[in-house]
C-alpha cells in the first residue's frame, strides 16, 4: 500500500476547522467532545440572551400622566416593540399578553416621565396592594396612575403629587372603571 502521513499542518488545519485538538484526531483521545458540547452550550446561552419578542404596541393611543386624555375608537395594535426575552422571562409575564404605551403628561414624575414607553402586563388586571401602577380606562379617558382603593371608592394617585391632586372616583362611578393592567416596565429616553 502507498499511504502517506499526512502533514501536521494539515492535521492543525482540519483540527481547527472541526473544532478538536490535533491531538483528538489523531489519537481520539481528549476531552474535547466536553468542551466542544460546553462550547455549544454557551452558543446557545448566547442566542438566547440576544433573543427577542416583539410586543403589540399602540402609538396612537394617548395615555395620560395628567388630568386624562380622550382616546375614542383605538383598539388594534398599530406596531410592534422589540423585548429581550431575558427581561420578560426575570419579569415574569407572559409575551402575549402585555401590550407597550407612551406617555403623555408629567403627573407621574419622577417615576414615569412624559414620552416614557411603557410595557403592560394585560393579565394582571386586578387591583393588589396600593403601590403598583395601572392603566386605567374610565369612559374614553386612559390614565397611568397608581390606585387606592376607598371605601367609598377609588383613587387615581400621581407621583407628582404637588401639581397634580388625586382623582376620585366614586364607587358608582367606579363600576365604569376599567384596569386594563399593571405597568411593569418603564423605558426612559435619556435625550
Known sequence: MNEREPQASMIITIANELGVTPNYLLTGEDDQPKKTIERAVEKVKDLTENAVTMISSYSSINVSAGFGSFNEGVTKPDGKEPYADSLLQSLRVNPDKCAVFWTNGRSMEPTINNGDQLLVDLNRNQIKGDDK???????????VKRVKMKWDGVELV??????YPPIAISDEDAQNLQ???????????LV
Do not use: A, M, P
Not at 401602577?133 to 390614565?143: C, D, K, P, R
Open 158 to 163: 400621581s407621583d407628582n403629587k404637588d401639581e
Open 179 to 189: 384596569i386594563i393592567g399593571r405597568v411593569v416596565h418603564i423605558g426612559k429616553s
Open 133 to 143: 401602577i395601572y392603566l386605567i380606562q374610565h369612559g374614553e379617558n386612559i390614565w
